[in-house]
């Protein structure tokens, strides 16, 4: 089975797409939007809760795509768990033959959430990062235990200087790659990626940016409200709403942003939220036309 890590330290752009993953969501539906968009991207990334609710665990989906022969990329965060079980977690995901993951605090729950959930945080992202990289440095009876550490990044518009103190930490920690949130904002992208290359961040990691396959101006204007930190410019909401057929032209888009953002310096790939279409994920790659690491 080809890995993202394997692929991660070649040349040229990856890809990943990232589940869509409802509470209802079932074991079939899960490996049947995998299995569309397996050949065109290098893993299947698996959110955990990225929304606030709960959904199928990321490190059950992950066993049962590696068993699949598809590679996946799950994410652990902070909020929801001690530092017993995430060490737990980290050992279960090294017995499934999990390579890479994505390490992050996670965020706090929003007030009057349903659930009435207490988060935990008994450790910080850095450290979570540096508790995964301790595993990789132990000594195992088998020699292929190594995981492939990333964590999150929100684009932003950092002012000159600005030195990228926290992600720096957590490069020192372990963390080799940077998965942004979705941005379709390539202005603020290139700002944002200047500013990393003079901070020389990238000396430390690749750094994937979040797309999608926009299905209509309502599922930007909902991506907008529920996934912190997207940035949609209303333009683009705009072309979608005005679009005689939105989801086509969603992709079209989509397209057309790898594309741009394919030439800021800096970036190494994308990750596509399938948004529960993945037909349209795998529609967007080949439209882009840009080769990748497969």
């Avoid at 101006?217 to 991506?223: F, G, H, K, Q, V």
């Amino acid at each position: 089975m080809k890995t993202f890590r394997q692929v991660l330290q070649g040349s040229g752009f990856t890809f990943t797409a990232e589940l869509s993953l409802h509470r209802e969501t079932t074991i079939d539906e899960a490996l049947r939007q995998a299995g569309v968009v397996t050949g065109f991207v290098d893993a299947i990334q698996l959110a955990e809760n990225p929304h606030d609710w709960i959904q199928i665990s990321p490190l059950a989906l992950a066993g049962l795509l590696v068993r699949n022969g598809i590679d996946a990329v799950p994410r652990l965060i902070c909020r929801d768990r001690n530092r017993i079980a995430l060490q737990s977690e980290l050992l279960g995901l090294r017995a499934l033959g999990v390579s890479s993951l994505i390490l992050n605090k996670g965020s706090r729950l929003p007030t009057g959430q349903e659930l009435n959930a207490k988060p935990v945080f008994d450790v910080s992202g850095r450290e979570l990062v540096a508790m995964a990289n301790a595993m990789n440095e132990e000594e195992w009876a088998d020699g292929e235990h190594e995981f492939v550490i990333g964590t999150a990044t929100t684009v932003f518009a950092p002012e000159p200087g600005w030195n990228a103190e926290l992600l720096q930490a957590r490069a020192s920690a372990g963390a080799q790659f940077l998965v942004t949130q979705p941005c379709f904002d390539p202005k603020m992208l290139r700002l944002y990626m200047r500013r990393m290359v003079e901070a020389k961040v990238t000396w430390n990691y690749s750094v994937i940016v979040t797309l999608a396959p926009l299905p209509s101006a309502e599922s930007a204007r909902w991506l907008v409200e529920n996934r912190r930190g997207t940035l949609i410019p209303d333009v683009l909401i705009e072309r979608l709403e005005k679009a005689p057929d939105p989801q086509l032209e969603g992709v079209d888009i989509c397209a057309e942003l790898i594309r741009d953002i394919a030439g800021i310096p800096g970036v190494s790939g994308f990750n596509l939220l399938t948004l529960g279409n993945p037909e349209a994920v795998v529609a967007a790659i080949e439209a882009s036309g840009l080769p990748h690491r497969n």
